[in-house]
């Protein structure tokens, strides 16, 4: 398991991922200060806003390339064949890419949150949470990217499918709102409220990780934090035992 781990290391520094998702970041955080110095009122809030969204978006789209890439590509070669011919179990091997990847995450993370704070911190509740819902945020992703690339057959549709599911996650409020107004409360509209009300209760809600409000107001109350663990607790498994159990199907 931890040769796995170490492994995956290796690939994530051969293929230059700790420097180009920094070097993107680190772009990214240029443009926000860019934008947030032509602002006339609350000029660090609106930096540290746009920083923090677009430094998110950035990591968690660099993993999801990254993982389903990793996998596929270890499908493509047989190094999968390779590996299961040591004694080491299919649950095991799943366990360990989540393991390998949840670190690289955690990496990658680090230098995010360090960028966020030498901006300025307004809230140091806020922030840590911030950044607990972040690390919490890419676990989950690398656990989704994982039964993508396990279930689908191509890289570049695991990407796509992974990433259409992510932007679902995070419209979730949108729907919850959409399933509350008046247009599907009656008539032959009325349906689409349980069809959104299903997909809310079914799709985590990644709108909850990481708000960028709190890096400036803090939490509002104890039910912020609370929600994204539960959430994590309950989805991660989930996604791991999806993964496992179409693994175990497969013929090689």
């Known amino acids: 398991m931890f040769t796995n781990i170490r492994y995956i290391m290796i690939t994530a520094l051969r293929d230059w991922l700790f420097i180009g998702l920094l070097a993107g970041i680190l772009l990214a955080t240029m443009i926000s200060a860019t934008l947030g110095s032509t602002a006339f009122l609350e000029e660090k809030e609106m930096t540290i806003t746009f920083a ?9 789209i660099g993993l999801i390339v990254f993982v389903c890439f990793h996998i596929r590509n270890a499908f493509d070669t047989k190094e999968i064949d390779v590996i299961l011919s040591r004694p080491i179990s299919r649950s095991n ?11 690289v995450a955690l990496l990658l993370t680090v230098p995010v949150v360090v960028i966020i704070g030498l901006i300025g911190v307004q ?20 656990a989704l990217a994982l039964f993508s690339a396990f279930t689908l057959r191509s890289a570049v549709t695991s990407v796509i ?7 679902l996650s995070r419209m979730m409020a949108f729907f919850i709102v959409t399933s509350q107004s008046g247009m599907v409360q009656e008539g032959k509209y009325v349906f ?43 989805f991660v498994p989930l996604l791991l035992l999806a993964s496992i159990a179409d693994f175990r199907r497969k013929q090689f």
């Open 52 to 60: 923090a969204g677009s430094s998110r978006l950035i990591l968690i």
């Open 93 to 103: 091997l799943v366990i360990a890419y989540w393991l390998g990847f949840a670190f």
């Open 123 to 142: 809230s140091w509740s806020g922030f840590i949470g911030w950044s607990l819902s972040l690390l919490l945020e890419t676990g989950l992703v690398v």
């Open 161 to 167: 499918a992974c990433m259409g599911f992510y932007a």
């Open 192 to 234: 689409l409220k349980y069809v959104l009300q299903a997909i809310s209760t079914m799709v985590p809600r990644l709108d909850l990780f990481a708000k960028t409000e709190w890096l400036i107001y803090g939490f509002n109350s104890s039910q912020d934090w609370l929600v994204y663990l539960i959430q994590t607790a309950i």
